[in-house]
């Protein structure tokens, strides 16, 4: 059996998928074309398959913003420069995340 990196989800997770772009002029995209390609592009690198993300959470905001909300390192030095990004994190799903 092969190791799994620390974090990955086994292939029978329920999974949520969290997006957070963050541009500085005008978006490059709608949100949903951001969120699609990049659950695409994690299938075999944080999950095993896309089906397993039963819980997406979307947003998009211009920088500077304020908004207040946790950060961690990386996610406050990619606010402070000078380019759009995005922020994303898999977790494993217990609820149904619109009901939280």
């Known amino acids: 059996m092969e190791a799994r990196p620390t974090g990955q989800a086994s292939s029978f997770d329920d999974l949520v998928l969290r997006v957070a772009y963050f541009y500085v002029y005008a978006p490059a995209a709608d949100l949903d074309n951001v969120a699609k390609p990049l659950q695409d592009a994690l299938k075999g690198v944080a999950f095993h398959d896309d089906i397993q993300v039963v819980d997406l959470i979307a947003s998009m905001r211009r920088k500077g913003v304020s908004a207040r909300m946790p950060m961690r390192a990386v996610l406050a030095g990619a606010l402070g420069g000078g380019s759009d ?16």
Do not use: S
């Open 85 to 100: 990004f995005v922020y994303v994190t898999v977790d494993r799903t217990t609820a149904i995340e619109v009901f939280r």
